[in-house]
C-alpha cells in the first residue's frame, strides 16, 4: 500500500483500519487472522515503521513524533476514538499545524495537569502556574527569550530545552521537551490518584487536549 500524501488519505485509511477492526497499539504493523493491523501513524502506508516516514503534509515533524505515545498510552477504545478525531482535526486544517499548538496544549492541557497533580500530592502549583503564564503569552503572540524560559522550565522539573520555546522553528527540540513534560505530570497525576487507570486515564486528557489545540486553529 502507498502513503497516503494527503489528510484526507490519511483520515480515509484510519477510518478504514477503525471500521474493520484494524488498528493495533504498541505495534507499527502485524497480520492477525489474513488481516494487516497497523497503528495510527502505520496505517498511513506499509512502510511507515516510525515517525519520520509520516509526510510533512500531513503533520509536522514534533507532532507525528508525539502520536505513538498518544496512541499508545491510552486505553484502546479510547485510543482508537481518539485517532479518528485526530485525523479530522488535522484534515480540516489541511495538515498546516502551527506552532502556536504546542503552547496552546501546554497552556490548557499539560499545564493544567501538572497543577492538578500537584494540588492532589499537596506539592507547591506554582512553577506549574509560571510556565502556564509563559505559555499563555507566547500562545498570545508574545515574544519571550530563552533566558525567560530557562528558570521557569527548570523550576517545574520540566526535562527541558528553553530554546524550544523561544524560537518557533525548533521543532525536534520542541518534541523532546513536550514528550517529556506531559509524561512526567501524567506520572505524578497517575502516583498521586488511586484510580487504577489513572495514567491512561491522564494521557487521554494529554491526547484530548491536543485535538482541541488543533480544533483552535483557525482553517
Known amino acids: 500500500m502507498d502513503i497516503a500524501t494527503t489528510t484526507a488519505e490519511a483520515l480515509a485509511r484510519y477510518e478504514a483500519a477503525f471500521n474493520e477492526e484494524r488498528l493495533i497499539q504498541q505495534q507499527w504493523h502485524t ?6 493491523l497497523a ?21 509536522p515533524r514534533w507532532l507525528a513524533q508525539m502520536v505513538p505515545g498518544f496512541f499508545d498510552r491510552q486505553k484502546f477504545d479510547d485510543a482508537k476514538d481518539w485517532g479518528l478525531r ?8 489541511g495538515g498546516n ?6 503552547h ?3 497552556a490548557n492541557t499539560v499545564c493544567q495537569l501538572g497543577i492538578e ?21 507566547a500562545l498570545a503572540g508574545e515574544k519571550t527569550g530563552a533566558d525567560e524560559w530557562r528558570p521557569v522550565l527548570k ?3 520540566a526535562d527541558a530545552n528553553a530554546n524550544a520555546y523561544a524560537y518557533a ?3 525536534a527540540y520542541a518534541y523532546a521537551y513536550a514528550d517529556a513534560d506531559a509524561n512526567a505530570n501524567a506520572n505524578a497525576y497517575a502516583y498521586a490518584d488511586a484510580y487504577a487507570y489513572a495514567y491512561a486515564y491522564a494521557w487521554k486528557r494529554l491526547a484530548d487536549g491536543m485535538v482541541s489545540a488543533l480544533d483552535r486553529v483557525e482553517a
Open 31 to 36: 497480520e492477525l487472522d489474513g488481516r494487516q
Open 39 to 59: 497503528c495510527a501513524l502505520g496505517v498511513l502506508g506499509d512502510v511507515v515503521d516510525g515517525p519520520a516516514q509520516c509526510p510533512a503534509a500531513i503533520m
Open 86 to 93: 485526530f485525523y479530522k482535526a488535522l484534515d480540516r486544517i
Open 97 to 102: 499545524v502551527p506552532f502556536s499548538v504546542i
Open 104 to 106: 496552546d496544549w501546554h
Open 117 to 137: 497533580a500537584s494540588e492532589i500530592r499537596k506539592r507547591d502549583t506554582a512553577p506549574h502556574k509560571a510556565l502556564q503564564a509563559l505559555h499563555q503569552r
Open 155 to 157: 523550576s517545574a522539573d
Open 169 to 171: 522553528d525548533a521543532y
